[in-house]
């Protein structure tokens, strides 16, 4: 598989002199795509930190240093690379919902990370803790975020009053992961066809 991190210098084992030290940040997004793309390719029970620090370049002790285990490394993974982005605000409610839509698309559906919605179901069952704090830490403060959005086009007069906004994201988000399911592609036209189909169905403007 290899993504060819192994070569960029990131081994802080190496001297400040013979290599220089990346900024945090470099370090940190090649650790959070290393983990994703291992846990996406052999799930959470064979992924280790020493496999996430081979494939990343680094050694053990700056993974722990950072992360106490492994589930808090993916949680922390997770975070950065699916749920951590920033919420749109394009002054409309329409375009808001394009571009969370957007968002799904691109960081949500990619090589990356697109294997870890199998994961996370296996998860519930074999690894509950895991499931939980998934839940607790990362999807519901992401699912306010995004309903916060909806509420904003709900005050102005962009969407009925009534309108399940709950149900809004299921049925934009959850059609979307529908379609990956079924091994087809999730278009940019096909995510906006969507969006505005759930959109005027349920009396926006």
């Given at each position: ?18 290599r220089g030290r990346p ?148 049925m934009v988000f ?32």
């Open positions: 598989m290899g993504l060819g991190y192994q070569a960029s210098g990131l081994d802080d084992s190496m001297s400040d002199e013979r900024l945090d940040a470099q370090r940190n997004k090649v650790i959070h795509s290393s983990t994703l793309s291992l846990m996406g390719e052999y799930g959470y029970d064979a992924l280790s930190v020493e496999r996430v620090a081979k494939l990343a370049g680094v050694s053990k002790a700056t993974i722990y240093r950072r992360y106490p285990n492994k589930m808090e490394l993916v949680l922390a993974s997770l975070d950065h690379n699916l749920y951590g982005l920033p919420m749109p605000d394009s002054g409309t409610g329409l375009g808001d919902l394009m571009q969370m839509a957007h968002m799904i698309r691109t960081y949500g559906l990619n090589n990356e990370t697109r294997c870890m919605f199998g994961t996370m179901m296996t998860a519930r069952v074999r690894h509950p803790e895991l499931a939980k704090a998934v839940h607790e830490r990362i999807v519901v403060p992401r699912r306010q975020r995004a309903r916060s959005v909806l509420e904003r086009a709900v005050k102005r007069g962009e969407l009925p009053a009534e309108t399940p906004l709950e149900l809004v994201m299921d959850g059609a979307m992961l529908v379609r990956l399911a079924r091994g087809e592609a999730v278009s940019e036209s096909l995510a906006e066809h969507l969006v505005k189909t759930v959109w005027f169905g349920m009396g926006g403007r």
